[in-house]
């Protein structure tokens, strides 16, 4: 039990790691292409290293040997990370720090609380309350530009990635509920899939060439194996070791990697408030999900006590 809890863990870690250079890769390469041509690319990248993975560890045979409950579950997944995936790069191409991107995605992990609540069946502390509250003051602090008018109050994207939250949090329920029946191979090859077919319908609609600078191809290559394949891939492995909620701990912390990759890559630092918000939301979320991560480990002890 211990074991599988520290491959979680690590697969989280690892994931985490692997994300972070999404946010520096994507941005350099949307700086020159537009996102339907990033598309294109980035998920057949994607695609084509997941049907190898999948090949070589056997589990390619399982995408033709599900029920009709699972080819729905696929399906409506597929919808989900087409909504999630076009508004977290339209939020990349819009904020020009990707570190403020990052800070402000750690409202992922508070819908994904509620959500545990409502669909889960989850039950909510004060202090998970309370790493709510904290989240939420961060990301108001990062986004908050002293505007006259509503439209003005906040950067542009703040609703975009707030939006990206509400989807990333929805397609993890529905991952966490599946995934001991569907392999993590079977789940990625469905993902990129689904946003390949739609980054292809998009090239055509919006009248796209399929060729791009060769500078954009490098940063796509690089960030597509660390994104639609590794990523994810060690989420959804982390999933099979230990709670969502706790996955999202280890994730939290995403930020910072992206911060140091940001002033590396791109020369920009946020502005002072900037970092201080993305520090109260790194600080709410790791409250709120180790306060979730320990209830479940009193409940599992005391169950055990009793047995």
Do not use: C
């Amino acid at each position: 039990m211990k074991t599988d809890k520290l491959k979680g863990y690590l697969f989280a870690l690892l994931a985490t790691l692997a994300f972070s250079n999404v946010y520096i890769f994507s941005k350099a390469a949307l700086n020159e292409v537009h996102l339907s041509q990033f598309g294109v690319y980035w998920f057949a990248i994607g695609l084509t290293l997941s049907i190898l993975y999948a090949a070589k560890n056997k589990k390619l045979n399982q995408l033709f040997n599900l029920s009709k409950r699972q080819y729905k579950i696929l399906a409506i997944l597929g919808i989900l990370e087409i909504l999630t995936t076009t508004s977290f790069f339209l939020s990349i191409h819009i904020i020009a720090d990707p570190s403020v991107t990052s800070f402000l995605g750690n409202m992922y992990p508070v819908f994904l609380t509620l959500f545990g609540i409502i669909f889960l069946k989850e039950k909510f502390s004060a202090i998970e309350g309370f790493g709510a509250v904290l989240a939420l003051v961060g990301a108001f602090i990062i986004s908050y530009q002293g505007g006259s008018s509503l439209k003005s109050l906040f950067i542009p994207g703040t609703t975009i990635v707030f939006i990206n939250a509400l989807f990333a949090a929805t397609a993890s329920v529905v991952v966490k509920k599946n995934v001991k029946k569907m392999s993590p191979e079977t789940m990625n090859i469905n993902r990129s899939a689904w946003l390949f077919i739609y980054s292809v319908v998009m090239l055509f609609v919006y009248g796209k060439s399929i060729l791009i600078p060769v500078s954009a191809l490098k940063n796509i290559a690089i960030g597509a194996v660390f994104g639609p394949f590794m990523a994810i891939l060690l989420v959804y492995y982390s999933f099979h070791y230990i709670e969502a909620s706790r996955s999202s701990i280890v994730q939290a912390l995403k930020g910072i990697f992206v911060l140091i990759g940001a002033w590396v890559y791109f020369h920009t630092f946020p502005l002072p408030h900037q970092v201080m918000g993305g520090i109260i939301t790194m600080i709410g979320v790791l409250v709120m999900t180790s306060s979730k991560a320990f209830k479940w480990k009193l409940k599992t002890l005391w169950g055990k006590s009793q047995g």
